[in-house]
C-alpha cells in the first residue's frame, strides 16, 4: 500500500495551491479527472492585480495566462431598471478555468514533494499502518495511506463527510447556469441585474476574450426552471442592444455554490478548504480568492507544526471566516430567507424612488468588497478613484 504524509484531495485553486504551501512532507494530490479539465464555474479573479503579493504560485503562472480579460466598467440594474455604473482601475479579470487550474496544478508539481493522481474517493476511514495513526482513502479499487488529510474536493465533499458534516439542504447552496456565447463584442462592460425575475439572486454577462458569459445565479429553488429564466435575460440583453442579435451558444454549463462555512471544518488530523469548507463570499459569489487563500492557510498551518493542528487551523482560519460576510454566524436558513427576501423581492417599490442614497451604498460596497485591501503596501488599487458614471445606460 502507498503512504503519504499528506494527501490533498481535489486538485482545483484550493487543493494546488494548499499542496504548493507544503514544505518537507511527503504529499500526493488526487481528484477524479485528469488536467486540463472543464470547469462549470465562472472564472471571475476579482482583484486580481494584487494577487501576486498574496500568492506564490501565482505570481509564477501569472504571464502564462493567455485567457485573462479584464474588465473596468460596471453597470448595475435592480431586475430590468438601471441604477448606476462605476468605472474602476481595475475591475477584474476574466480566466478559462481549464487553463487556469491547469496551470495552478503544473506549478504545485514542479515541487520535488508533490506528486499528482487521478482518484475518485470513495470512502475514508481512519486507522493505523505500521504504527502510525492516519487515514485509509479507496477508490473502490485500490487503496492509500496518509496521516494527514487536506479535503479540497468542492461543495459535496466527501471528506467533509467523513468530518461529520450533514449533506447541505436547499437553503444552504445557490445554483447557477451560465451560457458561453461566441459573437462580436459590442461593448466590454460588465453589467449584473440584481433580483432578476424577482428571485433571490442575479443576472450577469461578463465580456471574454471570444464573447461573453451570460448567466444566474440563484439562491434557493428558483420558481421555474433556471433556464427559462437564463433565456429571458438572454432575449432582454439583446433587446437592450448589450449582446448582438447574431451570437452562438457554444457551451452551457450549471454549478452549485454553498452558502456558509461548514459545522465541522477541522481536526487534528483533516483540514476542509476552498468549497469543501464553504469560503465563498455570497454577496458576489467570489471564490477563486478564498479558495486560494484557505488552501494557502491550510497548507501552511500543516507545515509547520502537525501537533494542534485543529486549534492552530481555526486561529489561523478567521481571516477567512471575517471576509465572507457573516455566514459563519448567522445560518442560512434566516440569512437567505430574511435578508436576501427583503432586499430583493421586496426591493421593487424601491425602483420608482431617487437612488442616490444607493449609489453611497454601492459605492461602499464596490470600494470595501470589492476590492479588498487597498491600503497594503504596494497594492495597485492603492491610488485608485471609482468614477461614478451617472446615467451611462446604453
Not at 169 to 192: F, N, Q
Not at 313 to 336: C, D, G, H, L, Q
Not at 375 to 382: H, L, M, R, T
Request: charged content about 25%; aromatic content about 14%; hydrophobic content about 40%.
Amino acid at each position: 500500500m502507498e503512504t503519504y504524509d499528506v494527501v490533498v484531495v481535489g486538485a482545483g485553486p484550493a487543493g494546488s495551491t494548499a499542496a504548493y504551501y507544503i514544505d518537507g512532507l511527503k504529499t500526493l494530490v488526487v481528484d477524479r479527472y485528469d488536467f486540463p479539465r472543464h470547469k462549470a464555474c465562472g472564472g471571475g479573479l476579482m482583484s486580481v492585480r494584487d494577487w501576486h503579493l498574496e500568492f506564490e504560485n501565482f505570481a509564477k503562472i501569472e504571464k502564462s495566462i493567455t485567457s485573462a480579460y479584464s474588465n473596468f466598467i460596471l453597470r448595475i440594474y435592480w431586475h430590468q431598471t438601471f441604477i448606476t455604473a462605476r468605472r474602476f482601475k481595475h475591475f477584474f479579470d476574466q480566466v478559462n478555468r481549464s487553463e487556469f487550474d491547469h496551470l495552478l496544478l503544473q506549478e504545485t508539481l514542479k515541487k520535488e514533494n508533490v506528486s499528482f493522481r487521478k482518484f475518485t474517493l470513495r470512502t475514508m476511514s481512519r486507522g493505523t499502518l505500521g504504527g502510525k495513526n492516519g487515514y485509509f482513502l479507496s477508490d473502490g479499487e485500490r487503496e492509500i495511506f496518509a496521516s494527514f488529510v487536506i479535503g479540497a474536493d468542492g461543495m459535496l465533499s466527501k471528506v467533509a463527510q467523513f468530518l461529520g458534516n450533514k449533506p447541505r439542504e436547499r437553503h444552504m447552496y445557490g445554483t447557477c447556469l451560465e451560457y458561453d456565447i461566441a459573437c462580436e463584442k459590442i461593448s466590454d462592460d460588465v453589467s449584473v441585474s440584481m433580483g432578476y425575475g424577482s428571485e433571490i439572486g442575479y443576472g450577469w454577462i461578463f465580456p471574454t476574450q471570444k464573447g461573453y458569459y451570460v448567466g444566474i445565479g440563484m439562491v434557493r429553488e428558483p420558481r421555474r426552471v433556471m433556464q427559462e429564466y437564463l433565456d429571458e435575460y438572454l432575449a432582454w440583453l439583446v433587446e437592450k442592444g448589450q449582446l448582438p442579435k447574431h451570437h452562438t451558444i457554444t457551451r452551457t454549463v450549471g454549478a452549485m455554490l454553498p452558502l456558509r462555512v461548514v459545522q465541522r471544518y477541522c481536526s487534528d488530523g483533516v483540514l476542509l478548504c476552498g468549497d469543501a469548507m464553504g469560503s465563498v463570499n455570497i454577496l458576489i459569489g467570489e471564490g477563486i480568492y478564498f479558495a486560494m487563500k484557505s488552501g494557502k492557510i491550510a497548507g501552511q498551518t500543516l507545515s509547520t507544526s502537525r501537533g494542534d493542528l485543529r486549534r492552530r487551523y481555526k486561529e489561523n482560519i478567521r481571516s477567512i471566516a471575517r471576509s465572507i460576510a457573516f455566514t459563519v454566524y448567522i445560518p442560512p436558513k434566516i440569512f437567505t430567507i430574511t435578508f436576501w427576501t427583503i432586499f430583493f423581492r421586496g426591493g421593487k417599490p424601491f425602483e420608482n424612488l431617487n437612488m442616490g442614497w444607493f449609489n453611497v451604498c454601492i459605492h461602499f460596497f464596490t470600494r470595501r468588497i470589492l476590492h479588498r485591501k487597498p491600503w497594503v503596501p504596494g497594492s495597485y488599487y492603492a491610488d485608485e478613484k471609482i468614477e461614478w458614471l451617472g446615467e451611462y445606460d446604453r
